[in-house]
């Protein structure tokens, strides 16, 4: 902008000055009219003003401006956009050609992409998975119709927008939209975290596959009912629901060790839930699997027709303690009451089987009927992910905390099973001279119906002296109180499991609770209740991984061990845990000439095809709040030049400067100098 001083200083110096001449023959001279003086006066200084606004134009070019507006459009037309393309894989979207439909509608929305835009499509089930990505070149972008399938699992939906959503935040264009392609199944919305919410500064855009009616039937649950354990006879239960609006006739048969045992007709109802029983079935000894078949005829979705179970040997149902912080001095085990209130010689109803977090990725959750979680701060990713499908398939979760908790952590790492959120401890130590005590308990719950009889123990008769303060999901997950008001007890749901969150520990630490009459029938309470109804029977659901080293922790030699998978196909498994279950059955797996066998189900609640307004899971993802932040890729540097880059203002102004030299030259050889 310096350089606008330069016509200024040549203006003054270079112009005109009267010189007084002495002349003889004025007379001969022609006066020279006022008017034409001041026209050139004035052609002067429009000159000096267009080569000052020449300068200050060039100047302002450099200066690279923009419009700080993060919606508009660019100055030369609409801007770039980043958007991905979510369609739904899910196992429910096989009803009918409603795959075909979504795979169509998101061809549309490729087509509408423009050179320069960055279009990523994907496919979404539990898992998501990357199927086309481009930038300025869209040649062969719509030819992705093979790429596509049909998964065998169930809807995730939480998984499938931050998936998106981390995509799009990689990305410099500020303009960025998540276009989800599905049927919107109301029971997938039930599993999406209530405080979570899209980023700020992406749309969301819900493309429905709409299904004016529907009609779909389901084998729910299989239940193993025996008088003992190790009976040879017993009641095989099936629970199938009628999803649809009109009634069917269907024939049910019993399958084990691929033999047809028995079959029952039944009818089932519009939207009615049955319980199909055979009674005093004879077992093979030893390890036995089968299945349940519904067969009846037009039928879209057939997957989830047939039900598998694996039948075992077990003199006791068994129990997972994931010990967080194990000590030498057994004493001061954070484990030491609860494993002597449940390993219980020859009274005890259950058997407590216990590891630390390191070594819990070994273990087959589908074994236990419950897992406890000791004073654990977190899990690896992995085994997470295997309790969280544990629990939604029908598992048991029972989680105690403790002084290796930090409140942060374990927001982040069990927010999709936790009942409640940890804010702060409740007192700034472990003081023994403050103290608080259960004072509202719901004596209406399975849990403490026991002690509304006074001549039980008494809850209240225990002393807290340290907890963790909490945030709970509703106000209806908490189970009691203690008498500062604050959550001592709560319960959650996930799926079709429990999970049971007790704010102070398990061991002497917190509280006095495992030396009073109280613990140990407030400990079987809460595990008969939480505890997975499963008796004797294994199953997983697609895409849970299957541990492949016993309880004992023992090393795996890979070259002894096989899995083969229900359609017969063989494999050797690397490294401990078997992963890939994506497909149902029962599957094989031999180990040091050992033959074990699991079930693998998909997940009946995806065969509920009730859809849910896409306004409504838009407010439950959508809730965009000022206080969201941007990831670091998309800062505010970065966001300023991409808006910069989009308006491309310069070009308009060089293009003026260029205009106004043009015009500057025509002028100055009009002007007197």
Not at 467 to 490: C, Q, R, V
Request: glycine share 4%; charged share 25%.
């Amino acid at each position: 902008m310096a350089a606008v001083s330069v016509p200024i200083l040549i203006h003054f110096i270079k112009r005109n000055r009267a010189i007084k001449l002495p002349f003889a023959a004025m007379r001969f001279l022609k006066v020279d009219p006022a008017k034409k003086f001041k026209s050139q006066k004035l052609k002067q200084l429009l000159l000096l003003l267009m080569r000052i606004a020449a300068f200050a134009f060039l100047a302002f070019a450099f200066a690279r401006p923009f419009f700080n507006n993060v919606e508009g459009s660019s100055v030369w037309g609409d801007e770039s956009k980043a958007f991905v393309v979510l369609v739904d894989n899910s196992f429910s979207m096989g009803y009918e050609d409603n795959f075909k439909k979504a795979i169509a509608k998101a061809k549309e929305i490729v087509r509408s992409a423009r050179p320069g835009d960055r279009v990523t499509i994907m496919q979404f089930s539990e898992t998501t998975e990357a199927i086309a990505e481009t930038g300025d070149d869209f040649s062969g972008l719509l030819n992705f119709e093979h790429r596509f399938s049909l998964s065998k699992q169930s809807t995730n939906y939480l998984n499938a927008i931050q998936t998106a959503e981390t995509v799009l935040l990689e990305s410099q264009l500020a303009s960025k939209t998540i276009h989800l392609i599905s049927d919107f199944q109301k029971s997938a919305s039930e599993s999406l975290n209530p405080h979570w919410t899209v980023q700020a500064g992406i749309n969301l855009n819900f493309v429905p596959i709409e299904v004016s009616e529907f009609s779909n039937i389901a084998v729910v649950d299989v239940h193993i009912s025996r008088e003992h354990r190790s009976a040879q006879t017993g009641d095989v239960l099936t629970r199938i629901k009628n999803y649809g609006n009109d009634k069917k006739r269907l024939k049910v048969v019993l399958n084990i060790n691929n033999k047809k045992i028995a079959q029952r007709n039944v009818t089932v109802s519009a939207d009615e839930e049955q319980i199909v029983q055979f009674k005093r079935v004879r077992f093979p000894q030893g390890n036995a699997s089968g299945n349940i078949d519904v067969v009846f005829e037009d039928e879209s979705i057939t997957i989830d027709n047939r039900y598998f179970f694996v039948l075992e040997d077990k003199t006791k149902a068994q129990l997972l303690a994931i010990n967080g912080e194990p000590h030498k001095d057994t004493v001061l085990d954070e484990l030491f009451f609860l494993e002597r209130a449940i390993n219980l010689p020859d009274l005890a109803k259950y058997s407590l089987i216990t590891t630390i977090p390191q070594k819990a990725r070994a273990y087959n959750f589908s074994n236990y009927r419950a897992v406890i979680l000791a004073n654990v701060k977190n899990l690896d990713r992995e085994t997470l992910q295997r309790l969280t499908y544990y629990v939604r398939a029908g598992g048991g979760l029972l989680i105690a905390l403790g002084d290796n908790v930090k409140p942060k952590t374990f927001n982040r790492f069990f927010a999709d099973l936790t009942p409640a959120f940890l804010t702060e401890p409740a007192f700034k130590s472990v003081n023994r001279e403050t103290s608080v005590i259960l004072a509202e308990v719901d004596f209406q719950h399975s849990i403490f119906r026991l002690f509304a009889d006074p001549g039980q123990s008494d809850p209240s008769s225990a002393q807290f002296y340290q907890y963790f303060k909490t945030k709970p999901l509703t106000p209806e997950s908490t189970l009691a109180f203690f008498d500062d008001g604050n959550p001592a007890i709560l319960e959650r749901k996930v799926g079709a499991g429990k999970v049971i969150l007790f704010t102070s520990s398990l061991d002497a630490e917190w509280n006095n609770l495992p030396v009073k009459a109280i613990f140990l029938p407030l400990i079987y309470q809460t595990l008969d209740y939480v505890a997975s109804e499963r008796k004797g029977q294994k199953s997983l659901l697609v895409g849970d991984s299957v541990p492949l080293r016993n309880a004992q922790l023992t090393p795996l030699n890979n070259s002894d061990c096989a899995v083969k998978y229900p359609s017969g196909k063989k494999v050797v498994p690397e490294g401990d845990v078997f992963y890939d279950t994506s497909e149902p059955g029962i599957y094989e797996i031999r180990k040091n000439n050992k033959t074990s066998y699991v079930a693998v189900n998909v997940d009946p609640r995806e065969s509920d095809l009730t859809p849910i307004p896409p306004d409504e899971l838009q407010d439950l993802v959508a809730r965009v709040s000022e206080t969201n932040i941007q990831s670091v890729s998309f800062s505010g540097v970065k966001l300023d030049e991409q808006q910069e880059k989009n308006q491309k203002i310069w070009r308009f102004v060089i293009l003026g400067v260029i205009l106004l030299l043009i015009a500057e030259t025509w002028l100055a050889n009009r002007t007197y100098r």
